[in-house]
């Protein structure tokens, strides 16, 4: 345990004291008090007494959840993916969530067997309303704790969710959207659910070096050849292939290595320039 992690066990020990001497000193001093000055609320003394012990357990209980959340933080920055590290933290917040609740419910008086009884419909339709928020932290995690998808990586997603293809660097990934930064130099938020399922997406490499395919497609009244002699070297890392014919159009398939998302467009523009003066020049030379 390093010095960090020593601390905050040892505030946690602390807070837990603090609101332990605090409840056993206060409970008898209200007694007294209102007992001594304020008898009209005697027959209400439980309800006071339960009052303040809930205000004190709920407050321990949210700085305890700080410390523990900073601590889970630390310890899992470098070991697993950001999501999975969320994951983690939601769990953990919803249970300790769940202990500070019971613990005021029960300081308030209330029959918690009763109440989680009465509450099963209510927590069963509200489960069914959360059904997407779930599905969108839990496809995030499934996506990325096998390290398919990463902040950093540009990807091309195919989806009947979207109009068509989007080619974008993952900026960020949190507990239900991920953050992508397209060509356009556009930062869009699509929801974790999408890639789980509903999504074909190819990693296309990393942000500062990744490989961008384009189809171009050419009227077959010029031969190939002629394309090829009129078409001369293309950008640097650039390759291109003869894929396919139909009869009326010839398609090729250019491979461009680029290192920034939004040069994207400008590489589109002049490829598909270059294949253009390479087909006029061919068919009128």
Known sequence: MDGKNLRDAVLIVFIILVISIALFIIKPSVDFLIK??????????????????????????????HIVRKNIDRYFSKKINRSAQNLIELIVSFFMYAVILAIILTSLG??????????????????????????????????????????????NMQSWLFSGPITGEVMKISYLFSDIRTQNDNIIKIPNSAFFGNTVFENLGKYDRFSYRLQVSLPSDVSISKIEEKLGPLQDDTRWYFTGSNGSTNTFTVVMTMKNITDINEAIDKINRAFNDAYWKAKTG
Not at 45 to 60: K, L, P, Q, R
Not at 110 to 129: D, E, H, K, Q, Y
Not at 131 to 153: E, H, N, R, W
């Open 110 to 155: 209330i029959n918690l067997t009763g109440a989680l009884v009465g509450g099963s419909v209510g927590a069963l339709i509200i489960g069914i309303a959360l059904q997407g928020i779930f599905s969108s932290i839990f496809s995030g995690f499934a996506v990325t704790s096998g390290g398919a998808l990463k902040p950093g990586d540009v990807v």
């Open 36 to 65: 001594t000055y304020i008898s009209e609320l005697a027959p209400y003394t439980e309800y006071v007494n339960g009052a303040i012990a809930a205000i004190f357990v709920g407050g321990g209980g949210v700085l305890i959840l």
